[in-house]
Every structure is written in C-alpha cells, then in structure tokens.
C-alpha cells in the first residue's frame, strides 16, 4: 500500500505541475500567435520539426537508458537492504554512463546542425529566415541531452517533484524570455517574421541551459535512495554500468525514434507543400499549418499532462516488476492504468467535441481553431491510450517492438500527406492523422495483450466512460436551463461534472472488488 500511495503521490505532483505548465504554456502560445501572427508560428512550427529531429539525435534514448538502469539496479539494492554508501556509488555509475553518452551524442548533434543550418533553411525548408533560429538551436542541444539524463535518474528513483520543479523553472524563465524580447527587440526590427521566430526559439535555447543548472544542482545534493526506501545497513557490492550498457538500451531505441522523426520532420515538410499543390498560396499555406499545428493540437493535446505523467511513472515500476518476475502485480498495473486512462480521455474527447466552438473561440478568437479542434476530438481516446501502451511497453522491455510499430505510423503518414493533402486539402491530413493514429494504437494493444496476456477489452474501455459522458453532458444542459446566465462556463460545468461522476463510478467499483 506503501508503494501504491507514493506512486498515486508522485503522479498527482507530476500531473499536477505539468496541467499548471500547459496551462500557462497554452495562454502564453495564445499570446505569442496574437502577437506574431499565424504566418510567423507556421514559420516557428517549421524549425521546430527540424529541431524535434535535432533533439531525437542529440538524446538518443538516453532518457530511457536512465529510467531503466536507475530503477534496476537499485531494486537490487532495495531488496537487499543495501547500506547508503551503495546507492551512490550505484547511481553516480549509472550517471557517469549516461552523461558520457549523452554528450557524444549532444555535442556532435550541435555541431553539425549549426554547419548545416543554411543548407536545411535554404533547401529544405525553403526559406533562409530559418537559418538564424536553427543555429540558436543548436547550441542547446547538449544542455537539452545532459537534461534528459538527469531526469531519467530522478524519474527512476521516484523522485520527480525535482523534475517538477525544474520544469517550474524552465518555463518561467521562458515566458520572461520570450516576452521580452518580443515585447522590447522584434517591434524595432525589419523583418517581423524571422525575428519574431528567432525570439521564441532563443528564450526557449537559454531556459533550457538554465534547466541544466537546476538539474546537476539537484543531483549535486540526492541521497540517491529511491524515495520512500529505509537506510539499509548491508553492504552490497554493486555492478558497475558503462556506456555500453546505456547504449544497449538506448540504441534500440534510439534507431527507431531516428526514423520515426526523420519521417516525421519530413511529413511536416511536405505539409506547406501539400497545402501549395493543393491551390493556397505560400502565406496561405504557413498561416493554414500554424493553426493546425500551432494551436489546435496543443490544445487536443493539452490535457494528457495528466496521462503522459502517469504513463511515464510507469516504466521503472515495470521496469522494476519485470526484474523480479512479479507478473500478477505487473499486469494489475497495466490493468488500473488502461482502465483509468480511457476514464479520462473520453471525458476530454466529449469536452472537446461538444465545446470545440467556444473554446476556439475563447482562447485563440479563431472559428477554423474550434472546427478543428471539434474534427480531431474523437482521436483523443485513440492518443492518451495509446501513449499509455506505449510507456507500458517500454517498461517489460518491449521498446524493440515499440520502434517497429511507430516506424510504420510514420511512414504512412508521409504517404497520405503527398498523396491526401493534394488533393482534399487540410481535411486530407485530418484523415491521415485519424487512420495512422488508429492503426498505431491497434499495433500497439494487440502486442500488449500477445506478450502479456492482458484479458482487458477495448469496449471495457470505452463503453463505460462514454455513457458518463452522456449522463454529465445531460445534467450540464439541465443545470444551464436553471441558471442560463452561466452559459458561458458550459465547459467547465460539463468538465467537473464528469469529474464528479466518474470519481464516484471508480471508488464503487473499486469497493465491489474488495468486497468480492
């Protein structure tokens, strides 16, 4: 129970942090599209593709290898009862691999971006205003893979209210940034578009040295004990880890994340493009991607904080299960997890599919935000679940099987965005992005339930929470016609009764199966 409760601890913290720092990042990216426009976020939205890239090679896994080693090699110490003295020299082994893998990769990512940045702004991207943003980049790719390192360590010794608190920073010192360099040096410049790019991408390049910083300040001052575990007193004599053994982890997954975003970065390429040949013109085409990609998923996307932050609590668990051979317990896990994500993310599929309008409206005053947000608000289910399973896999070393599956998403999508979006325009890469999610999660859930033996149904997963989602959306309408001067907070009478309604559902069925 001990256990159970630090784990409901720990992503309620990280869940907590990360809705108070989407939320602040969604108000903020409102502020930044009014400020610089759709036609410079389609620009920021291109080098950033770029940069998902950059970061893919310059992490290479590295998180991963970090959750993993941390978590396995201090269960070890755990069972044991390993005295403090073990833990450290444990941990800052696990550490010296990842860091020196972390910087082979980083520093050689950085430098070859920055040589090749006129030939990927001119060329490949098409316009040369890119090129200063991506040599910004670029300079902080080895603070952003040395990060990743840390927080792998954190995660895998449960101890992610330090990751909480670095990525407070983070995005602190990002706004502040960001907001003023937009608000003091974009407004005396020539070109409003590249230099209202090159202002976002910088504040977000210095915020991720400052996050660096705060990371080895707080490794510096660890115990290196998983949190909620007893000083032990036995000696142990630990197995040194060596970048060998973080590549071994790592690499796997690294070469399909490496074909993954390559296909992904160029799918965004191909988008504007697409777009063009579809019969938009260039401004057309950037301001018609910025929406899409700059507003209307981050806002799809906006609430699986929540599950991103459970899901990733969830692989040294596994990880940590699956070393000492616990299956019962590992499968309850994957069981309580799926079962309570598809809870959530329906609620939030319904919330976007009935408010889509207002909300659009509300944030981004833009009627094409809302049409799209409510055109993309049943894949919601289909994406926070499959995040979860993608985690779930991850943790019982499935990564391999993981790669191949995101490999296939990928170069589909490519596919449909040069033969769809010709031709239907924007509703042609709604569809690709329906059929590639769709597809993702069967791939993925049918070799969860092959290598588990997982009993638990999609209908299980969905049925349930969707007549909840009726049942509120019903008693919101019945609380408005009472008291139609609230009909402006439609959403969130909708959003807590959901809320309500589903908390009550699982505490009852969570007491019938103690009762049976």
């Known amino acids: 129970m001990g256990r159970v409760k630090s784990f409901l601890m720990s992503a309620a913290l990280l869940a907590g942090v990360n809705i108070f720092l989407r939320c602040i990042a969604l108000s903020f990216n409102a502020y930044v599209s009014a400020k610089i426009g759709s036609e410079s976020m389609g620009l920021f ?17 590295v998180n991963l290898a970090a959750v993993r080693l941390t978590a396995e090699r201090t269960a070890f110490l755990v069972d044991s009862c390993a005295e403090s003295a073990a833990y450290k020299r444990t941990v800052r082994s696990v550490m010296i691999a990842c860091s020196l893998y972390s910087l082979m990769f980083g520093m050689t990512t950085g430098i070859l971006l920055w040589f090749a940045s006129p030939f990927v702004g001119g060329y490949l991207l098409g316009d040369i205003r890119t090129v200063l943003s991506l040599r910004v980049l670029a300079l902080s790719l080895p603070a952003i893979s040395l990060t990743s390192a840390l927080s792998g360590c954190f995660t895998g010794l449960r101890k992610v209210y330090k990751n909480a608190l670095s990525s407070l920073i983070e995005q602190s010192a990002k706004i502040i940034l960001i907001s003023g360099a937009l608000c003091v ?129 969830l692989i040294p668990e596994l990880a940590e299960l699956h070393a000492l051979g616990k299956k019962r317990e590992e499968q309850s896990v994957m069981r309580t997890s799926l079962g309570c994500c598809a809870m959530f993310s329906v609620g939030c599929a319904a919330l976007f599919l009935f408010f889509g309008d207002e909300l659009g409206t509300a944030l981004y005053r833009s009627k094409d935000a809302g049409r799209m947000i409510r055109l993309c608000a049943p894949l919601v289910p289909v994406m926070y ?15 391999l099987a993981s790669m191949r599956i995101n490999i296939i998403d990928s170069f589909l999508s490519l596919v449909f965005v040069v033969i769809l979006v010709p031709r239907w325009g924007i509703k042609g890469y709604i569809v690709s992005v329906y059929v590639c999610e769709i597809l993702n999660f069967f791939l993925s859930f049918s070799r969860l339930r092959r290598v588990t033996g997982i ?62």
């Open 185 to 313: 040096g974009v407004p005396i410049l020539t070109d409003r578009v590249e230099y209202a790019c090159l202002a976002v991408v910088g504040g977000g390049a210095v915020s991720e040295g400052l996050s660096l910083i705060v990371n080895v300040v707080m490794y510096a001052f660890d115990s290196k004990r998983p949190a909620g575990c007893a000083k032990g007193k036995n000696k142990y004599r630990i197995t040194a880890t060596h970048v060998r053994d973080t590549a071994a982890v790592s690499l796997p997954v690294a070469l399909g994340a490496y074909a993954r975003q390559g296909l992904s970065t160029a799918e965004h390429l191909m988008i504007p493009w697409s777009l063009k040949k579809s019969g938009l013109s260039d401004s057309s085409a950037l301001s018609v991607y910025g929406v899409l990609h700059g507003m209307v998923f981050p806002m799809i996307l906006f609430p699986s904080a929540v599950v991103s932050s459970a899901a990733g609590l």
């Open 385 to 399: 679940t499959d995040m979860v399973v993608d985690c779930v896999l991850k943790g019982i070393g499935e990564q």
């Open 45 to 61: 939205t291109l080098v950033m593709s770029v940069y998902g890239l950059s970061v893919t090679f310059a992490t290479s896994g």
């Open 455 to 516: 009993d638990i149904g999609i209908p299980q997963l969905i049925i349930r929470p969707c007549f909840l989602c009726l049942f509120a959306l019903c008693v919101s309408k019945l609380v408005l016609i009472l008291f139609p001067t609230q009909s402006g907070r439609a959403p969130l009478i909708f959003s807590l009764l959901y809320l309500i309604f589903s908390g009550i559902f699982t505490h009852s069925s969570l007491k019938r199966k103690k009762v049976c």
